[in-house]
């Protein structure tokens, strides 16, 4: 979708068009869920959650301003709070479906039961590595590598200066490799 659509939704969205909000709705549900489910790992929830963006999406959106950027930040950072307050009373988990994440692997060659089990291993390995960093370690290494959002557009969704979340990519990717055992690894090759 052009910039100048979007922009013309989000405006009529924000007076209220129902139409405008169904299509921008449309446009952002599948990538608010999958961000969503990957901070929280159940379907049931994701789904919830998801729905509750949307609601209250929904009812901010008068006071909603197009700032010549994508809305999709503006939806994420709704997302983000209500991630966040999930949280609050949950351990934080992050969960990333093999099959999900990697649909490239179906009818490949490494869609083999072996290929896949592996792979399944390597991404459980990895899930448990992200569910150990900070709260807002997960959300940018999620937002960045997973959905592969800009670090402009994570610092609007954070309501963060860049500097702060290419720092926090810089420590999150920094533990992982700990956690890992990659820095590890890579010392004794040497």
């Not at 963006?53 to 997302?79: C, D, H, M, N």
């Not at 290494?141 to 609007?156: N, P």
């Amino acid at each position: 979708m052009s910039m100048e659509r979007e922009k013309e939704l989000a405006l009529r969205a924000s007076e209220h068009d129902p139409e405008a909000f169904a299509e921008l709705y449309d446009l952002y549900v599948d990538k608010i869920y999958n961000y969503v489910y990957h901070k929280v790992g159940n379907t049931t929830e994701a789904e919830d959650l998801t729905a509750q963006v949307f609601t209250k999406a929904w009812g901010a959106i008068g006071g909603y301003e197009w700032q010549g950027y994508s809305f999709s930040p503006w939806l994420f950072r709704i997302a983000h709070n209500l991630v966040v307050d999930y949280h609050r009373a949950r351990r934080p988990t992050v969960v990333l479906d093999v099959l999900e994440t990697r649909p490239d692997l179906v009818g490949s060659e490494e869609s083999r039961p072996e290929q896949i089990l592996q792979s399944m291993m390597t991404m459980e390995r990895v899930r448990e590595a992200i569910g150990e960093l900070t709260e807002e370690q997960q959300t940018v290494i999620v937002l960045r590598f997973i959905e592969g959002y800009s670090t402009a557009d994570i610092a609007r969704i954070m309501g963060k200066r860049r500097g702060a979340i290419r720092g926090l990519q810089f420590r999150g990717l920094k533990a992982l490799r700990k956690i890992l055992g990659v820095e590890e690894e890579n010392n004794e090759s040497r």
